[in-house]
């Protein structure tokens, strides 16, 4: 099974991605706990621990899907406050911040909505969940202190424009923080890596998820994804200064981060 992705353009693209993700939805968080062993969870927690969230902070999370990033930030705003407020003597309280979680499939976020609310998140505000595209964000100019996208930018048609858009809504000294899979640091792995991720995790979305079409594009939008120092230089191409990246598990992913300046 294949998509053929080379072959179709930017509309096609961004309604074959929609078709995936509105049927992966409902089991996405199973499938990524499977596919990774657990270890996306570590990874979010480190590009959280990146970003260092405050209380107050206005936060944007791109791409936010079913809400895993977008939750970390918010316990960790929710920490900062209540220890601020345990030192302050000031009479007014500390406030909260807003995390803003955007993402073009409605369907991910009704997900993410009901984890939210299972998990009893974002019940007296802080929390917002919006439709909308990474390449044209329905946010004003500077009005963010921070931006990650999380397993999103490489599945957005133009990444240049989405990283435009990032640089365009953060606030001056604002921060993006981006967490995608990337290339293998040890080349001796990438034959079992490639024997994983092409035989092993179309098999998991067939078995647990009914789907392995959109496993195979998952697997193969990432092949094609840029390495780490291309990727790093379209973030600098798009106005970003002190770009850096960090490897996590030997380069399956990699955390790039830049500021606005
Ligand atoms: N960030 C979440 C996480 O790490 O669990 C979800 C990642 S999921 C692999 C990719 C998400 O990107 C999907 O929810 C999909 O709908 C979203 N997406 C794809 N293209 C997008 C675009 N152009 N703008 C905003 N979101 C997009």
């Not at 968080?29 to 902070?57: C, E, I, Y």
């Not at 900062?80 to 976020?109: F, K, W, Y």
């Amino acid at each position: 099974v294949s998509f053929g992705f080379q072959d179709i353009n930017a509309n096609e693209k961004k309604e074959r991605v929609g078709q995936v993700f509105s049927s992966v939805a409902s089991s996405y968080d199973t499938m990524n706990d499977l596919m990774s062993g657990g270890l996306h969870r570590l990874w979010k927690d480190r590009l959280v621990t990146r970003l260092q969230p405050f209380a107050g902070m206005c936060h944007l999370d791109v791409a936010g899907g079913t809400g895993d990033v977008a939750f970390r930030v918010l316990r960790a705003m929710a920490e900062d406050q209540t220890r601020q407020q345990e030192e302050s003597d000031a009479p007014t309280p500390v406030q909260l911040g807003q995390v803003h979680v955007c993402d073009i499939n409605p369907d991910m976020l009704r997900e993410g909505q009901r984890k939210a609310g299972q998990q009893r998140l974002g019940e007296g505000g802080g929390l917002s969940w919006i439709v909308g595209d990474a390449e044209q964000l329905p946010f004003q100019d500077n009005s963010m202190d921070a931006y990650t996208i999380a397993f999103g930018i490489r599945n957005v048609t133009n990444i240049d424009a989405a990283l435009d858009e990032a640089f365009r809504v953060l606030r001056k000294g604002g921060a993006l923080h981006c967490l995608e899979f990337s290339q293998l640091a040890l080349p001796g792995l990438r034959e079992l890596y490639d024997a994983y991720s092409f035989r092993v995790i179309p098999q998991i979305g067939r078995v647990v998820a009914n789907d392995e079409a959109s496993y195979q594009y998952l697997v193969e939008s990432i092949r094609r994804f840029p390495d780490q120092k291309t990727f790093a230089s379209l973030i600098r191409d798009a106005g970003f200064s002190g770009v850096s990246y960090e490897n996590l598990s030997g380069g399956i992913c990699a955390i790039h981060s830049g500021f606005r300046l």
